[in-house]
């Protein structure tokens, strides 16, 4: 792996993040991007990072509209950012299938970065894989693009802040992603590469920790219904709320498609052990809000995925004849909460 190869399929928070510490490790990096986006990164990209409060340059990488430019090209690792709303649109699927045309007779691994049940099936069956060739992968730091609807807490610099087009911050361990070791030697292949950027680690981790990503997502609908408030203690303070949103939590580790890991983990990761979780993940995190941080993504820019993704877990455990009592109590309630919401916005 002298100059591995690696494509990135959008070139958002995530792929820009992922992509920028890749370079750091020497690959070669190409991003496929929509149509009409190719311009938008002829310019080096500036990243923000929260570490030292320093914007980093990112200028080593190439950038295509189209798969069909990838006809004469051999990558190494195929990565896809998409959401699993996304993955799964008609424009998604699309993207999917036309990777899998093109990476099919080569020796590329896949890495998907989507959250959501079932969501693996859908890029196998759509591109027409080997199941070997398929990781699930999730990113360990925190990238986001600049909003006003995040704050700015010292000693993050906003004069640099304002010139980057996507900000980061790892946590107190360093991980930068986490790849999931359905395929044991190419999970280690990639962690290899990834762990020579030198300022950054990739986990490898039991396929169960990435593959069952959505169990974590009742926490950040607790955190939707409860308002947002500016601290995560206050969502755990709500004790009836934030016991049924880590019932929930159970509920979704249980389903028989986790095994024994899911049963194990969701006997141990009851209310305490999941507020210490993100309680850590807030003071780790700092200057980056990750409360605020959290309402942009989870209460915005990915709230499609993560409803449509709790909606499958519902409807899987209870086809499986699971009751799923606290997932479908806290879907309820995150409906009647966003139907309030409307009426106060129409009102």
Request: charged letters at 20%; aromatic letters at 8%; one cysteine or more.
């Amino acid at each position: 792996m002298s100059k591995p190869s690696v494509l990135i399929v959008g070139a958002g928070a995530v792929g820009l993040a992922l992509g920028y510490h890749l370079s750091l490790a020497a690959a070669d990096i190409t991003f496929l991007v929509r149509p009409g986006r190719k311009g938008v990164f002829a310019a080096s990209q500036q990243l923000y990072c929260y570490d030292d409060n320093a914007l980093k340059t990112f200028a080593a990488y190439s950038v295509v509209e189209d798969v069909a430019e990838l006809a004469e090209q051999q990558f190494q690792f195929v990565i896809v950012t998409l959401d699993g709303h996304a993955s799964r649109s008609a424009e998604g699927t699309a993207v999917l299938r036309g990777l899998g045309d093109a990476i099919r007779d080569t020796d590329a691994t896949m890495i998907l970065c989507g959250v959501g049940s079932g969501l693996r099936d859908h890029y196998l069956e759509t591109m027409r894989i080997a199941d070997d060739r398929l990781l699930v992968g999730l990113l360990g730091m925190v990238s986001h693009q600049p909003s006003a609807d995040l704050p700015v807490h010292a000693p993050t610099d906003p004069v640099q802040l304002a010139k980057a087009s996507v900000c980061y911050k790892h946590p107190a361990n360093k991980i930068g992603f986490r790849i999931g070791t359905s395929n044991a030697a190419a999970a280690r292949q990639f962690a290899e590469l990834y762990n020579r950027s030198g300022v950054s680690r990739c986990s490898l981790v039991n396929p169960f920790l990435v593959n069952s990503a959505s169990a974590f997502l009742p926490a950040y609908m607790a955190c939707e219904i409860a308002g947002w408030p500016k601290d995560f203690a206050t969502v755990v303070a709500d004790k009836e709320l934030w016991r049924l949103a880590c019932r929930a939590q159970g509920e979704i580790m249980a389903l028989p498609q986790n095994g024994w890991l899911g049963k194990l983990m969701a006997m141990i990761l009851g209310p305490r052990l999941t507020a210490y979780v993100h309680l850590s993940l807030e003071r780790e995190l700092r200057p980056l809000d990750y409360q605020a941080f959290s309402r942009f993504q989870h209460g915005g820019k990915v709230r499609a995925q993560d409803v449509e993704s709790l909606g499958t877990d519902l409807a899987d455990g209870q086809r499986q004849g699971q009751p799923m009592a606290a997932l479908q109590t806290l879907l309820a309630r995150l409906a009647a909460h966003d139907a309030a919401s409307q009426a106060v916005t129409k009102g």
